[in-house]
Nanobody, 121 residues
Framework: QVQLVESGGGFVQPGGSLRLSCVAS????????MGWYRQAPGKQREVVAA???????NYADSVKGRFTISRDNAKNTVYLQMNSLKPEDTAVYYC???????????????WGQGTQVTVSS
C-alpha cells in the first residue's frame, strides 16, 4: 500500500555530483523522519543522512560538507545531493521514510529498492 521509488543513481568520476530522489506513494497520512543509507560490497549498511519532519538534519562524518539531504513534504520526497564524490562513496544507496498510513496504526519504516552509485575514473 506504500511504495518508495528511488532514482538518480549512476556512474560518475571522482569529484563529480549526483542527486538521488526517493518518492513515497500510496495510502499516506503523514511522514516523520526520512533518511538515506548505503551498503558497499562486503560491508554492512550504514546511515548516510537523515532529516526530521521539522527539517533537522544529521550526517555521517564521512559525508559532512559534501552531501546535503532535503525534503519536499508536498511531494513525499527526500533528496540527497552528493558533491565531491569519492571512490569510497561507491555503494547501493537506500532511502527510508517513517510513514503513518491513512488506515491507521503507528509509523512504520518503509525502504526503497536501492540505487547504485559508482564513483570511478
Amino acid at each position: 500500500q506504500v511504495q518508495l521509488v528511488e532514482s538518480g543513481g549512476g556512474f560518475v568520476q571522482p569529484g563529480g555530483s549526483l542527486r538521488l530522489s526517493c518518492v513515497a506513494s500510496g495510502s499516506i497520512l503523514s511522514i516523520n523522519t526520512m533518511g538515506w543509507y548505503r551498503q558497499a560490497p562486503g560491508k554492512q549498511r550504514e546511515v548516510v543522512a537523515a532529516i526530521t519532519s521539522g527539517g533537522s538534519t544529521n550526517y555521517a562524518d564521512s559525508v559532512k560538507g559534501r552531501f546535503t539531504i532535503s525534503r519536499d513534504n508536498a511531494k513525499n520526497t527526500v533528496y540527497l545531493q552528493m558533491n565531491s564524490l569519492k571512490p569510497e562513496d561507491t555503494a547501493v544507496y537506500y532511502c527510508n521514510q517513517g510513514i503513518k498510513s491513512r488506515w491507521g496504526g503507528p509509523f512504520y519504516v518503509y525502504w526503497g529498492q536501492g540505487t547504485q552509485v559508482t564513483v570511478s575514473s
